[in-house]
């Protein structure tokens, strides 16, 4: 039976002669144009990424391989006694599109666990940080500081042709990935557990390994596998996985470039949204100094935000314009494991108020919740009570998604990405140019 690595070579030489012919007979084919509005709005909308690995579509929400969120929990095969399937499934459906085996699939487990260990000297360096460091500043310099094991840099330096580019990357990738949970768990413990790390269990597969380290007993490692696999991908234009793709364009290496998309993903506009909506309802809570909440006093808060000119966080979103499916995913893994708890409720008296309030208040192209709306109930339940931690769980899964779009950038040859900038003065030309055209459409 073929390796991950053999069909993702098959699937490789399959795929570059449509992306090959694309560039050569079809380049100049337009898939859009610019406005000054996206020109200054973050290019919002502008179609200029390529990505074969997720597809968002606004209202329903993503496809990860042509599958729903249900779907493709219900395709990959999952550990024994658990729910959700194994993260090293959805590592190989991600890279080549295909739904492993058992076999197939616990041969990556094996893999995984032989690129387990993190250097000795990954911990070195977070013990001389400040220990009030934010946990993601500590994991994007954690996944910075192992850049010397890149082989993507060895191969280079001894020089490699341009089509086997993907292999190394493919290796520091998954060197990477498996490591990425014991880093994040030896944060975690050195950060609020004074230090008193827990050694990995060999035997255990990245979601099982990553809730041992941690130190929270079953059914915790469900919610990793699931955490890990919904915040993945979100196809290529979002701050994160652009962010890891511009770097490796200028084929820096995998370390260079997630550690880059690490620090995007810490700002509160992107994933570190699920540590503000936390931080928002304890915020909330302590001034209901215990009485129970009502949707008139969660209506009150939301207003308060509003006026004071701050976001709600946890909602709107950038491409979305209805309920995250990633949010529907976790308030279902809620409504069957916890629903009493009174966090969960007043998440649901939030979702019931919010969209309302921000539809009245009239900005948000989207009232609608994202991901980071429940999530940290999740954790908060499971006791993972460090609420500025939980960027870092986020890191991890979308580590999955970037990686396989990096290796896939690598075999397809992407190039260094250089879009044009324009002048304020060259916008107000061609406005002024438009009007003049309008009028003389006018007459
Ligand atoms: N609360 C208040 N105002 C909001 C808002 C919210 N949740 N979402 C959007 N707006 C405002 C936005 O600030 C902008 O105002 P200005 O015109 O004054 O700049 C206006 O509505 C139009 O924004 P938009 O076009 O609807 O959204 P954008 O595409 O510009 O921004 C988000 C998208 C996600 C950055 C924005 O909705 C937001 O700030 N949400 C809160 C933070 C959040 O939850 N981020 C996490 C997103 C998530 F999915 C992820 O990346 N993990």
Not at 360 to 370: A, F, L, Q, R, S
């Amino acid at each position: 039976m073929a390796t991950l690595k053999e069909t993702l070579l098959a699937k490789i030489q399959e795929h570059r002669p449509r992306t090959q012919k694309l560039v050569k007979e079809h380049a100049d084919v337009k898939i859009g144009e610019v406005t000054i509005g996206q020109a200054i709005g973050g290019a919002r909308g502008v179609r200029m990424l390529v990505t074969d690995i997720s597809y968002l579509d606004p209202f329903e929400g993503i496809r990860f391989r042509g599958k729903t969120i249900p779907e493709t929990f219900a395709a990959l095969p999952k550990v024994p006694k658990s729910e959700y399937p194994y993260v090293e499934a959805f590592w190989w459906f991600l890279l080549t599109g295909e739904v492993p085996t058992e076999q197939q699939t616990l041969e990556v487990v094996t893999d995984f666990q032989s690129r387990r260990a993190v250097p000795a000297y990954v911990g070195d360096m977070l013990r001389a940080m400040a220990r009030d460091t934010h946990p993601m500043t500590m994991f994007s310099a954690a996944i910075l500081s192992m850049q010397r094991e890149s082989l993507f840099v060895k191969r280079y330096n001894e020089g490699m042709k341009k089509d086997e580019h993907w292999e190394p990357t493919y290796e520091d990738a998954t060197n990477l990935l498996a490591k990425l949970p014991s880093v994040a768990a030896m944060i975690y413990r050195l950060k609020y557990k004074d230090d008193k790390q827990i050694p990995a269990d060999p035997k255990l597969d990245f979601g099982g390994n990553f809730a041992h380290q941690m130190g929270f007993p079953k059914p915790y490692d469900d919610v990793a596998r699931m955490y890990f696999i919904l915040h993945s991908d979100h196809e290529s234009g979002n701050v994160s996985a652009h962010t890891t793709h511009l770097v490796a364009s200028a084929l820096s290496d995998v370390y260079y470039a997630l550690s880059a998309g690490i620090n995007g993903l810490a700002g509160p506009l992107h994933g570190l949204a699920n540590q503000e909506v936390l931080r928002w309802i304890m915020k909330f809570q302590e001034k209901l100094g215990g009485k129970e909440p009502t949707e008139e006093n969660v209506k009150q808060a939301l207003w308060d935000t509003l006026k004071a000119g701050q976001v709600i966080p946890g909602y709107g979103h950038a491409v979305l314009r209805k309920t995250d499916p990633r949010y529907i995913a976790q308030m279902e893994f809620c409504q069957k494991n916890l629903p009493n708890d009174p966090l969960f409720k007043l998440v649901n008296m939030i979702y019931k108020v919010a969209p309302g309030v921000l539809t009245e208040h009239g900005k948000t192209k989207n009232p609608w919740p994202n991901v980071d709306a429940q999530s940290g109930v999740i954790q908060w339940y499971y006791g993972l009570k460090e609420w500025d931690f939980y960027t870092v769980l986020f890191g991890v899964g979308r580590a999955i998604g970037v990686l396989a779009n990096t290796t896939w950038d690598r075999a397809l040859g992407y190039a260094i990405e250089r879009p044009k900038s324009v002048t304020t003065k060259m916008l107000e030309d061609v406005a002024s140019q438009a009007i003049k055209a309008d009028d003389l459409g006018a007459d």
